[in-house]
Nanobody, 121 residues
């Protein structure tokens, strides 16, 4: 089993910055993808950014050039640096850990409880 815990959310004015952190505990398989997703009120959860164990990154078009995802494998942590924040970035941000090389009876994905990010205009 895997447990994820996010931190770093808060209230910030448009144009400001926040840095989110997520720590993973439990059995962490070497081949994995860590990422950040967000869910705004009344909308479905959407991908923000992902990073593989090898460091390959992927970003949603809406955050390219503003957000940066990184990880520290020694600490089992993933970060999301958010700059030039906009009101539309307001959402609950969730940490995700995915194992593409495992199957039943193991779970291939784990989620954190989420941290609230609110950007005021």
């Amino acid at each position: 089993q895997v447990h994820l815990a996010e931190s770093g959310g808060g209230l910030v004015q448009a144009g400001g910055s926040l840095r989110l952190s997520c720590v993973a505990s439990g059995v962490i398989f070497g081949i994995n993808v860590m990422g950040w997703y967000r869910q705004a009120p009344g909308k479905q959860r959407e991908l923000v950014a992902t990073i593989t164990n090898g460091g390959t990154t992927n970003y949603a078009d809406s955050v390219k050039g503003r957000f940066t995802i990184s990880r520290d494998n020694a600490k089992n942590m993933v970060y999301l640096e958010m700059n030039s924040l906009k009101p539309e970035d307001t959402a609950i941000y969730y940490c995700n850990l995915y194992f593409p090389r495992i199957g039943p009876p193991h779970d291939r994905s784990a989620w954190g409880q989420g941290t609230q990010v609110t950007v005021s205009s």
